[in-house]
């Protein structure tokens, strides 16, 4: 009688332990993530504190010229700043209608047959890699582009924008697609009993019902842009000239970065830690849009 009670006991105990060791693994993933962040962010700060010793944040927050690695040397962040704001907005002009437009097609219009279709299709465009989008962006939207505006340069920033526009779209659509389709049918079919068409259903019901996660995938797709490398290396060009004409070669603050390390700077100097001072920069502002998104679906969720 007392050996038949042991067995349970010691199944008990053993689960207790496996279920400790599980916990105790997680949490050490989660400790992993944790200080690999707290790492990246303190390398930054401490370079950045490092190049703030030899510039002033004055000069390298609002000042207009950025030559780091040339004589005279001038280190006004803000044509760079410019330039990545200008592929964001643009690029935003493209994904964002098209991408709202696609979602709205595929969760509301489109047959079960075409869905299946195109949304493997679009989620294959989002796998594609950046500087593939780089070199159609060079090759094929810039010599279409020349025949519109025969003054565009042949780096310019309105094409790298279109090829990061493309290359959003994806994301704005298959996210906004998912946030329509978890909408409850029940609201749908409240709606055509009343009598509304399938089009005022997808604007005045389920649009709304999704609004929260549908403008968080914007915000998504923006910081994506702002965060984007490859293309803009690529397709914009190098000018840091302080410029807001899309058809001239621009600047962003990745492609700066990309450029300054394949150069030969000496590390430890002036020009070594503007890497640093600009990564930080282009951290907070993807921080920034990150903590918006996370503001826009908490104050507009839908309860269902």
């Known amino acids: 009688m007392e050996k038949s009670k042991r067995g349970p006991d010691k199944h008990i105990t053993r689960m207790h332990f496996q279920e400790k060791l599980v916990k105790t693994i997680l949490q050490a993933f989660s400790a992993v993530s944790i200080f690999v962040t707290i790492g990246i962010v303190a390398t930054l700060l401490w370079e950045t504190l490092a190049f703030l010793r030899e510039v002033s944040i004055f000069e390298f927050l609002f000042t207009t010229k950025w030559t780091p690695t040339l004589a005279p040397k001038h280190f006004g962040v803000l044509p760079i700043v410019v330039g990545t704001l200008m592929i964001a907005l643009l690029s935003s002009i493209v994904s964002i209608p098209v991408g709202l437009g696609s979602a709205i097609y595929l969760s509301e219009f489109a047959p079960v047959r075409v869905r299946k279709i195109v949304k493997p299709i679009l989620e294959i465009l989002a796998g594609i890699p ?127 970065m990309v450029n300054i390390s394949m150069g030969d700077i000496q590390h430890g100097s002036v020009e070594y830690k503007t890497v640093f001072a600009v990564g930080l920069l282009l951290f907070l502002m993807t921080l920034l849009m990150n903590i918006l998104a996370r503001h826009i679906v908490s104050k507009y969720r839908e309860e269902y």
């Open 130 to 256: 950046s500087i593939v989008y780089g070199f159609f962006a060079l090759n094929f939207i810039t010599p279409f582009l020349k025949g519109i505006f025969p003054q565009i340069e042949v780096f310019n920033a309105l094409s790298a924008a279109i090829a990061v526009g493309i290359m959003t779209m994806p994301m704005v659509a298959s996210l906004s697609e998912d946030a329509m389709r978890a909408v409850p049918k029940a609201l749908r079919e409240g709606a055509y009993a009343l009598g509304a068409t399938k089009l005022e259903v997808a604007l005045n019901v389920v649009l709304p019902a999704a609004i929260s996660n549908v403008i968080s995938s914007f915000v998504l797709a923006i910081s994506r842009a702002i965060g984007e490398t490859m293309i803009v290396a690529i397709a914009a060009g190098a000018n840091s000239t302080l410029t807001f004409n899309p058809l001239h070669s621009i600047q962003t603050m990745t492609g700066y």
